[in-house]
């Protein structure tokens, strides 16, 4: 498994604003995700970044939002840009160490808008 | 559209008696799934997985089933411990994504 912690755990944040959540990791993963979980709803996947390329947006989600950066293989940020209320949100990174194997997560950065 | 359900938010059960949480999902070329345990302010941790050619994986007192035809998959926990009051995640998998359930809260009584 990996152990893997993200930063901050919590904000709240003017509308307007933008905020860069943080993920770092135990060890080199070559693919890290960043999901969101809005109130009472599942887990969607905002993006897919890999180190050495462009992140890749799920359907709903763009980079203008959305900015991720993949600097190497223990670490990434995902920015929540001109933030609204609509945006408040749960977000958590996670990594897949290997084939067949689970996604690990993150605790999560647990966001509010005013 | 949700690919994977759950369609009880919640569910309770008395410490000792088993529980069963359960998950359909509409996509048949998933390969592979999963049940994840969140507890408040964490993230989501990986419980048991099992294989699309697989019908059942056991470990320790979770149990998880695969039902390919009805495409359902169910977690039995037995026996309920207060500790495993939780929500409980279903997910699957295509290809390197995984696609999650709402999840449902699991309430044991002492």
């Known amino acids: 498994s990996a152990v893997i912690s993200q930063k901050p755990s919590r904000d709240i944040c003017q509308r307007g604003t933008s905020l860069t959540i943080q993920c770092q990791v135990d060890?080199?993963?070559?693919?890290m995700f960043w999901y969101r979980q809005q109130p009472g709803q599942s887990l969607t996947l905002i993006a897919t970044a890999n180190q050495g390329s462009e992140a890749t947006y799920e359907s709903g989600f763009v980079i203008d939002k959305f900015p991720i950066s993949r600097p190497n293989l223990t670490f990434s940020t995902l920015t929540v840009s001109n933030m609204s209320p609509e945006d408040s949100s749960i977000y958590l990174c996670?990594?897949?160490?290997?084939?067949?194997?689970?996604?690990?997560f993150g605790d999560g950065t647990r966001l509010s808008i005013l | 559209d949700q690919q994977v359900k759950q369609n009880s938010p919640s569910l309770s059960v008395q410490e000792g008696r088993i529980s069963i949480l359960n998950c359909d999902y509409t996509?048949?070329?998933?390969?592979?799934f999963l049940w994840y345990k969140k507890y408040p302010a964490e993230g989501p941790t990986f419980l048991i997985s099992?294989?699309?050619?697989?019908d059942k994986n056991e470990d320790g007192r979770f149990t998880v089933f695969l039902n390919k035809s009805a495409k359902h998959l169910s977690l039995h926990i037995v026996p309920s411990q207060p500790g495993d009051s939780a929500v409980y995640f279903c997910a699957a998998r295509m290809g390197f994504q995984f696609y999650f359930g709402t999840g449902t809260s699991l309430t044991v009584i002492p």
């Open positions: 996509n048949s070329m998933f390969d592979y």
């Open positions: 996670s990594v897949e160490v290997g084939g067949n194997q689970p996604q690990h």
């Open positions: 099992i294989s699309s050619i697989k």
């Open positions: 060890s080199q993963v070559t693919m």
